[in-house]
């Protein structure tokens, strides 16, 4: 971390906590009075934004500055000394759901080139890939896009699961079982749409592949996996109208750990047990929640 960036723990519980002033500058865009207003993700307003790092423009690299579907820059009001945005699509849509899968295929393989760039950092001990949509999911700018963040510690949660998978835990175990028990919202080829046993709040979802030897950095399966992701976000799209929500890709380099993408949609509140005491409280069962991501009546 820089001299603007630094990382604290709270010695009550030991938990890391990033230090980032400069964020309390950045302009939000998702309230309803100026959420579509003088967007700076959106096309010919790039100077806008901090110097391209990378992009997708299907005319190729001689095609205007302002052709891409897909664009890379660093973050305007970083969290860490990495902290980049990837745009994902070029028109001003609110919700991911509205993407395609030819979208989110062509976004695979920047994602993986910006993963690589900062994990190749020796101060980066993972770069983290998450997403935030809609005012309630902490979006600042209601137009879709992706964070990463290149952090020199594991997060708690990254932790705490890689603890577990070292135990002998594997996402894989929550497919056994999934279409029986009613929790499999979609079945691609080589990875699924589900809801967990055992989900944290109402609708958690999650998107992992069946092969649990599956690398995320590995581009063999990438068209599945991009309907997969359209699916994913389409579920969500269409039973909640376009809610705020957040999802995360869940990797850890170096070791054994089996990658998976979590999607938590905002539809309930976190509370006082939630937040003063790390528990969670769901009063909605995982086949209920896939019933209705699903578009069917709970049982």
């Known amino acids: 971390m820089d001299e603007q960036h630094s990382i604290v723990i709270d010695p009550s519980t030991g938990r890391p906590i990033l230090v980032a002033p400069g964020r309390r500058g950045r302009p939000i865009l998702t309230k309803s009075e100026n959420m579509d207003q003088d967007c700076p993700f959106c096309p010919d307003r790039e100077h806008r934004t901090p110097k391209e790092i990378d992009a997708h423009r299907p005319g190729g690299a001689d095609a205007g500055v302002n052709s891409w579907t897909l664009r890379c820059f660093e973050n305007l009001y970083p969290a860490a000394s990495w902290h980049e945005v990837i745009v994902e699509g070029n028109e001003h849509l609110i919700h991911p759901g509205e993407l395609d899968a030819e979208l989110w295929q062509d976004a695979l393989p920047i994602y ?5 760039a900062m994990e190749a950092d020796p101060a980066v001990r993972v770069a983290f890939l998450f997403k ?3 005012r309630g999911g902490g979006a600042s700018i209601a137009h879709n896009h992706s964070q990463m963040l290149g952090l020199p510690i594991l997060p708690p949660r990254l ?7 070292e135990r002998g835990y594997r996402p894989q175990q929550e497919i056994a079982g999934a279409e029986s028990e009613g929790r499999l919202i979609h079945a691609g080829r080589q990875h699924v749409v589900l809801c967990p046993r055992h989900p944290k709040l109402p609708f958690e979802t999650w998107l992992l592949p069946i092969d649990e030897d599956s690398e995320f950095m590995a581009a063999e399966f990438d068209q599945d996996l991009a309907e997969t992701m359209a699916a994913l ?3 969500v799209d269409r ?3 376009a809610p705020a929500l957040n999802s995360y890709l869940h990797r850890v380099p170096g070791t054994d750990f089996r990658w998976h993408m979590e999607l938590q949609p905002r539809v309930g509140f976190l509370a006082g047990l939630e937040l003063g005491g790390d528990m969670y409280i769901n009063a909605v069962s995982a086949a209920d929640a896939a019933a209705c991501l699903r578009g069917e009546e709970p049982s």
């Open 239 to 241: 039973a909640f109208d």
């Open 159 to 165: 932790e705490m699961e890689l603890a577990e998978q």
């Open 112 to 116: 993986r080139r910006r993963l690589s």
């Open 233 to 235: 976000y389409g579920a």
């Open 132 to 134: 935030n949509v809609g």
